[in-house]
Each structure stands twice: as structure tokens, then as C-alpha cells.
């Protein structure tokens, strides 16, 4: 077996725990290598809120949403090279060389965005970051896996995720502390190189996956490895007895064991069936919303009705904290109760939330305040937004923000409510200053609403369902189902194709809000969301607790099942889908 010891005694989750003392080496190695799914949270998350105050210092940017796009998805344009040739670089040069490079990519990312002197040079600090996150995004959850005992596997892989969770709440937390600061977005992006730093050199100090080290002939330096992750010398024994097997058998199949052809892969039905789950799962996890939420959320939030960039980025704290608590949530669940049923109720979950939002944000759209003339009479006539002026019937906020002619603002009552009827202004900072001089609130992005709350709600319970499931599953899915000899091939095409939907995702969704309106956009993910469940159910396998070779023996006889709820055997040949 390639995953460790066969036998699952109690619970992965305290099990994990208690190798903080029994056997930290394992936990050392975990952490150190997760320390790039910090990375990748964080560069992910950050560029939420730094977004509101570039767009404030670039005026380009903030007249230019495709720009803004743009911003926010070339680190994922980068990702998507990042993740297809990490595969290539984990297979030629091994997990630990992989993630020293993603370090290098994270630092020069930070340095060159932070003193970036206009939107070209940002672009291009992205496109740097998201190489650093592609490669990153497959080989730490790869190199923890491999260096793992399979009986908490998942709980390891899991702290991955919970670092990737906790690199986004960090960033939110960064944003919020440095919005009275000089250079604001400059700070928030350009810290990111210190953790980079940090895990290069712990990482230089770390040995090379002894899985890698094996497949390479490196016998002797793989099993001196085995002997401080396993303390049973039959552990230790039995480790190395099924490398053994998993190399000849390699070798038998294909006669050379550095030759691999993605189409020979795909015609393989073993590899096939895992590759369509796999990759399957890294597109649907993109596809179920989850970084419109992740990249645009003080953007979400100002749509529901909070005005302020400050109360954005507070609020946004919510769900990104909610997110990092999710991944604890998954460590302790996903060795219990499986992965497919953590899946299941996370989409279940997830499909209720985006009802909630499409409705929430209908109800926003179609009952915002009042465009009154007194009250925007109330200020100097050239300040009036042209189309207003030219008719002025039955006018409404959200058809204020949707001014053709020229971009307009609304500065909301100063009567005590927010919702009775406002003014519809020119939208520029002499404005919004006039604005907020009487006290009153300015609205570009969205519109005063009673229902904003409801929408938190929403946001809330959506990160809340997505974290523990969709959030982590795919990616520990990902490090068990290939067999050793494809793992780092068949992990780089998962990643990529996670890294083109999530690009997909990014670059069209200011552009569809604007289109069709935020609530069309959340029933949109939530029609995906229900294919994703559908899908799961067909095509996903159980890997709960099973040694990978056994994962290997279930594909090339599975079952279609849909009733997953039943306890199974731990490794029926049968223990298919």
C-alpha cells in the first residue's frame, strides 16, 4: 500500500492530535509544507479587499470592471501554468523542490505588486502569484499525503485546507488593519513575502517525499525517511514491501517508468474513472461559486447594501472566518464520516444558500429607495446625473447605478432612513464628498435595502455548508485516488482544471452581476450546484480509510451505488460508488 498503516483505531481526528507528542515529526512535516496553502489563501483572498482601494488610486481601474477582472484573474490565469507544470515538476524533481519554487514565485509576486506604479504592473505581480499558487495548490496536499499513515490521511491532508481557509481570514483580518494606512493596498498585498520566506527555508531543511525518493531508486534514503513518520518496524516493513510492488508492477506495465502519456491515461479504465471524478470535483468546485464569494465578497456585500468599504471588509470577516472554521470542522468529519457524505450535505447545504441569496438579492433589486427630486434638487443642479435629468419617471436607485449616459451614484435620504427617496448624482469624488459632508450615506455598487441582513445570512450559511465538504474533499479526493506512478500527472491535470474554471468564474462575475443582476448569478451557481450533487452521487468512490492501492482494486471494478449512507466493508473489492 502507498497510504500507510491498515488498521483505524478510534478517531483520525484525535489521532492527529496526539502526535503532537507521540510522533511530532509528522506534524512538522504537515505544517511546514502547509504553509503554501497559506500562501494560497491568503494571495487568493487578499485582492477582495485590496480591490476596493485600488480602484479608489487607479482611475481606470474603477471606471473599467473588465480591468478589475482582470486584476483579481490573472493570478488564476497563472495558476492554471502553475498546477499543469507543477504536475510535470513533482514527477521530474520531486514535492520538495516543487514547493521551494511555488516560494520563490509567491515572494517576487508580492515585491512586484506591492510597489506596482499602475494596473500593467499588477497584472503582472499576479500572473507571478498565481504560479506560485498552481504549483502550491497540488504539491502541498501531495507531499502531506505522501508522508502520512493512511489512517490520518485525511485528517492531514485536511490541515492543508484549513491553512488555505486560514490564509484568506488572515488576509481579510491584514486588509482591515491597514485601511488608515498609507499606501492601504500596497501593505495588504506585499506581506504576503514574508511567509514565503518562512517556508523556504523550513523547507530546506526538510527531506524530499519518501515515496518520490523510491520511484527515483533512492531506496535506502526513502525507508531512513518511513522509519520517523511509521514507529513499527512492521509498519515500516510493510511500506516498503508495497513500493516495491507498486515500482515493478509500473515497470511491467509500461517498461519505462518516467515515459507517461496523458492519452495512453485516459484510455486506461483505472486511471480514466479516477481522472473523471478527480477532475470532476476540481471543476465543480469552482463552478458552485465558491470564489465569487472568496475574490468579489466586500463587492457582494456593498451590492447587498452596505455602503462603506470599511463595513465591507468587517463583514467580510464573517465568512471568511466561517470558512476557516469549516476546515476544522472537515478535519475532524472527514475520517469518520467519509468523504462522499460530507459532500453530499455540503451541496445540499450550498444549494439552499444560493436560493436564499437569488432571492434575497431579487427583493433588493426590485424594491430599492426612491430617486426623489427634492432631494436631489437639494444639491447643485450640474451634479444631477444626466440621464436623470432627461427623465426623470419612475426612478429608482438601482436604475440610477444603471445610468448609461454616464456613471451615477445615489446618496441615500438624510431624513433617518436610508430608504426613503434620494438623490441620483454624478458619481465622482466631489460628489461623494458633498454627499458625505451632510451625513448621508453613497451608494455606487449596490443599494440601501432591509434585506441586507438577510443576505449575510445567506453568505453566512453558504461558507458555513461549502467549507467542511466542496471546500476540502476534492483536493484530499485528489491525493488518493491516482495510483502512485500517475499521481503527480493525473494531480496536474486536476489542478488545471480547477484552475480554469475558478478563471471562468473570476473573470465573468462583475460582468454578469452588471448583465443580468446579482440575483440571476446566484441561481445560476445554484442550478450548477445541483448538477455537482448529481454528479457526486454517480461518480464519486468512497476513500474513506482505504490504503491507495485498494482505492487502485475499487476502480477497476466499480459499482454504480447511489445508496452511500450504509456502512461498508474497508476493502471490498466492491466498494465502488
Not at 426612478?395 to 444603471?402: A, G, S, V
Request: net charge positive; with cysteine.
Amino acid at each position: 500500500m502507498e497510504g500507510g498503516a491498515h488498521g483505524f483505531d478510534g478517531s483520525a481526528f484525535r489521532e492527529c492530535f496526539s502526535l503532537s507528542w507521540r510522533n511530532p515529526y509528522v506534524l512538522r512535516l504537515a505544517f511546514s509544507a502547509g504553509i503554501g496553502g497559506l500562501l494560497f489563501g491568503y494571495d487568493t483572498g487578499v485582492i477582495s479587499g485590496a480591490l476596493l482601494y485600488i480602484r479608489d488610486d487607479f482611475r481606470s481601474v474603477d471606471k473599467n470592471t473588465w480591468l478589475q477582472e482582470m486584476i483579481v484573474s490573472m493570478a488564476v490565469a497563472g495558476a492554471i501554468i502553475g498546477a499543469a507544470v507543477g504536475g510535470w515538476a513533482n514527477d521530474r524533481f520531486g514535492r520538495r523542490t516543487s514547493i521551494l519554487v511555488a516560494d520563490l514565485l509567491f515572494f517576487a509576486g508580492a515585491v512586484v505588486m506591492a510597489s506596482a506604479t499602475g494596473p500593467v504592473q499588477l497584472v503582472v505581480g499576479r500572473v507571478f502569484v498565481g504560479l506560485g499558487v498552481g504549483m502550491a495548490s497540488m504539491t502541498a496536499p501531495l507531499y502531506i499525503s505522501e508522508a502520512s499513515p493512511a489512517r490520518i490521511r485525511g485528517a492531514l491532508v485536511s490541515t492543508n485546507g484549513f491553512l488555505i481557509t486560514g490564509g484568506q481570514f488572515l488576509s481579510y483580518l491584514i486588509n482591515l488593519a491597514f485601511t488608515k494606512a498609507p499606501g492601504t493596498w500596497r501593505w495588504m498585498l506585499g506581506v504576503a513575502g514574508l511567509p514565503a520566506v518562512f517556508q523556504f527555508v523550513l523547507m530546506l531543511f526538510l527531506p524530499e517525499s519518501p515515496r518520490w525518493l523510491y520511484r527515483k531508486g533512492k531506496v535506502e534514503e526513502a525507508e531512513a525517511i518511513l522509519r520517523k513518520i511509521y514507529m513499527a518496524e512492521e509498519e515500516v516493513t510493510r511500506e516498503m514491501q508495497e513500493l516495491k510492488e507498486s515500482v515493478e508492477a509500473e515497470a511491467r506495465e509500461r517498461g519505462s517508468s518516467e515515459r507517461v502519456s496523458l492519452t495512453a491515461l485516459v484510455k486506461t479504465p483505472t486511471v480514466r474513472r479516477a481522472l473523471v471524478a478527480g477532475v470532476g470535483l476540481q471543476v465543480f468546485q469552482q463552478l458552485v461559486g465558491i470564489n465569487t464569494v472568496m475574490y468579489y465578497s466586500p463587492s457582494i456585500v456593498q451590492l447587498a447594501g452596505f455602503a462603506s468599504n470599511q463595513t465591507a471588509l468587517a463583514l467580510s470577516l464573517v465568512t471568511s472566518g466561517l470558512n476557516a472554521l469549516g476546515s476544522i470542522v472537515s478535519i475532524y468529519f472527514i475520517d469518520r464520516t467519509g468523504r462522499r457524505k460530507l459532500l453530499v450535505i455540503s451541496l445540499v447545504g450550498v444549494i439552499a444558500s444560493l436560493a436564499l441569496l437569488s432571492a434575497v438579492f431579487h427583493e433588493t433589486t426590485t424594491h430599492s429607495p426612491a430617486v426623489g427630486s427634492a432631494e436631489t434638487r437639494h444639491f447643485d443642479g450640474s451634479l444631477t446625473c444626466p440621464d436623470y435629468r432627461t427623465s426623470s419617471s419612475g426612478w429608482d436607485c438601482t436604475r440610477c447605478l444603471k445610468a448609461s449616459s454616464t456613471e451615477c451614484g445615489f446618496c441615500a435620504s438624510g431624513a433617518g432612513s436610508k430608504l426613503l427617496p434620494g438623490a441620483c448624482l454624478l458619481s465622482n469624488a466631489t460628489v461623494r464628498d458633498a454627499c458625505h459632508g451632510e451625513g448621508r450615506l453613497w451608494y455606487t455598487r449596490g443599494c440601501p435595502s432591509r434585506y441586507g441582513w438577510l443576505a449575510m445570512v445567506g453568505l453566512a450559511l453558504y461558507i458555513a455548508f461549502f467549507s467542511p465538504g466542496m471546500g476540502t474533499v476534492p483536493w484530499i479526493v485528489n491525493s488518493e485516488i491516482y495510483p502512485l506512478r500517475h499521481r503527480g500527472v493525473c494531480g496536474g491535470v486536476a489542478a488545471t482544471a480547477n484552475w480554469v474554471s475558478n478563471l471562468v468564474v473570476a473573470q465573468s462575475f462583475l460582468t454578469l452581476t452588471e448583465a443580468i443582476g446579482p440575483a440571476w448569478t446566484f441561481l445560476i451557481f445554484g442550478c450548477l450546484s445541483v448538477a455537482a450533487l448529481a454528479f457526486v452521487l454517480v461518480c464519486v468512490p468512497e476513500t474513506k480509510g482505504l490504503p491507495i492501492e485498494e482505492v487502485e482494486k475499487m476502480l477497476e471494478k466499480r459499482d454504480l451505488r447511489l445508496k452511500f449512507w450504509a456502512p461498508r466493508g474497508r476493502a471490498s473489492k466492491n466498494d465502488g460508488l
